[in-house]
């Protein structure tokens, strides 16, 4: 069963950066696409960029030229160093994978880190 904690969420001014991790158990976390998604109060869940199992990333336009991620293997974690925030990055960030290629787990569920810019 997938299980996703994330952390590293925060409050910082506009322009500042964050790094953010996504740490799976329960699953071939090596296997599997792992993907960022947030929420901001009152707007429907949205997907940020996406880590594939074959080293690639699938990059929103929101994220583009701003977020960056890396892996880590031995710690079954997915990081992800945001740059540049600005006031519309602030939300409810999520992980989700998909657990081996075969369904992914619930998107924008469970407890989510916070991120909150100011301008």
């Known amino acids: 069963e997938v299980h996703l904690m994330e952390s590293g969420g925060g409050s910082v001014q506009a322009g500042g950066s964050l790094r953010l991790s996504c740490t799976g158990t329960?699953?071939?976390?090596?296997?599997?696409?792992v993907a960022w998604y947030r929420q901001a109060a009152g707007t429907k869940c949205e997907l940020v960029l996406t880590?594939?199992?074959?080293?690639?990333?699938i990059y929103s336009d929101s994220a583009k030229g701003r977020f960056t991620v890396s892996r880590d293997a031995a710690k079954n974690t997915l990081y992800l160093q945001m740059n540049s925030l600005k006031p519309e990055d602030t939300g409810v960030y999520y992980c989700?994978?998909?657990?081996?290629?075969?369904?992914?787990?619930?998107?924008?569920w469970g407890q989510g880190t916070r991120v909150t810019v100011s301008s």
């Open positions: 329960g699953f071939a976390f090596d296997d599997s696409d």
């Open positions: 880590s594939t199992s074959d080293g690639r990333t």
């Open positions: 989700a994978a998909d657990d081996g290629g075969l369904e992914w787990s619930p998107l924008c």
